[in-house]
């Protein structure tokens, strides 16, 4: 069983919705094979993050950030995750989030607050279009940046533009929809360099929705 698999099934039978800290105790219960699994343990050998508890309660915001089944609200403290859609993402999906949760930060992950970041990639379409990379982290830029840059990839990705924000996957939601058009690949968030001169705008407009939210909530 896949981890975003045991938190479907935890909260669908749990309609009312579940904490992040719920989630991971009934993890632990329920489905002992998905706590401290291998990459938990290197994450907390390497200093990623302090304990088990923590690296799973990490794994468990960023299946929800990544999820489109997937909601949570953050009215009330602490935040509570609901399950809106049954099989809203296909069995056959991957399941990365062990790889990417080691350049996540727990604490921004609780407080809502991402990095939207847009990386050139130094590779080229036949029509001579820079390949680029739209995504989110809760952690350093860099360090996501360092994670990409494996045996597969040709040449180290470069920072374009990065923005700090609440409702960070929203933003890289709204902008993967609204780019879909220039996306080179279906299933990768990877698109050629003419939506760049959209960026600004959206972010514009992201930045001034949030503005008001934050108003509103005061």
């Known amino acids: 069983m896949r981890f975003r698999d045991g938190v479907?099934?935890?909260?669908?039978?749990?309609?009312?919705?579940?904490?992040?800290?719920?989630?991971?105790?009934?993890?632990?219960?329920?489905?002992?094979?998905?706590?401290?699994?291998?990459?938990?343990?290197?994450?907390?050998?390497?200093?990623?993050?302090?304990?088990?508890?923590?690296?799973?309660?990490?794994?468990?915001y960023v299946v929800q950030k990544n999820a489109s089944d997937m909601y949570s609200d953050r009215s009330q403290k602490p935040m509570k995750v609901f399950l809106i859609g049954a099989n809203a993402i296909d069995s056959a999906e991957t399941d990365g989030t062990e790889d990417t949760i080691s350049t996540e930060v727990l604490e921004n992950l609780e407080r809502g607050i991402g990095t939207l970041y847009i990386l050139g990639t130094n590779l080229y379409t036949e029509n001579r279009k820079e390949i680029v990379k739209i995504g989110i982290t809760t952690g350093s830029v860099e360090n996501r940046i360092n994670q990409l840059y494996n045996t597969s990839v040709p040449y180290r990705?470069?920072?374009?533009?990065?923005?700090?924000?609440?409702?960070?996957?929203?933003?890289?939601?709204?902008?993967?929809?609204?780019?879909?058009?220039?996306?080179?690949?279906?299933?990768?968030?990877?698109?050629?360099?003419?939506?760049?001169?959209?960026?600004?705008?959206?972010?514009?407009?992201?930045?001034?929705?949030?503005?008001?939210?934050?108003?509103?909530?005061?």
């Open 8 to 60: 479907r099934n935890l909260l669908s039978a749990h309609p009312d919705g579940l904490t992040p800290q719920e989630i991971r105790d009934l993890i632990k219960e329920n489905y002992p094979i998905l706590y401290g699994t291998e990459s938990h343990r290197k994450n907390v050998e390497k200093g990623h993050f302090k304990d088990l508890d923590h690296a799973v309660l990490a794994q468990i």
């Open 157 to 218: 990705f470069r920072v374009i533009q990065e923005i700090e924000t609440t409702n960070y996957s929203e933003l890289e939601q709204a902008m993967h929809k609204i780019f879909d058009p220039y996306r080179i690949n279906r299933s990768r968030e990877f698109f050629t360099e003419e939506c760049l001169e959209f960026v600004s705008p959206l972010i514009d407009i992201h930045m001034k929705i949030a503005s008001v939210k934050e108003v509103e909530s005061l």
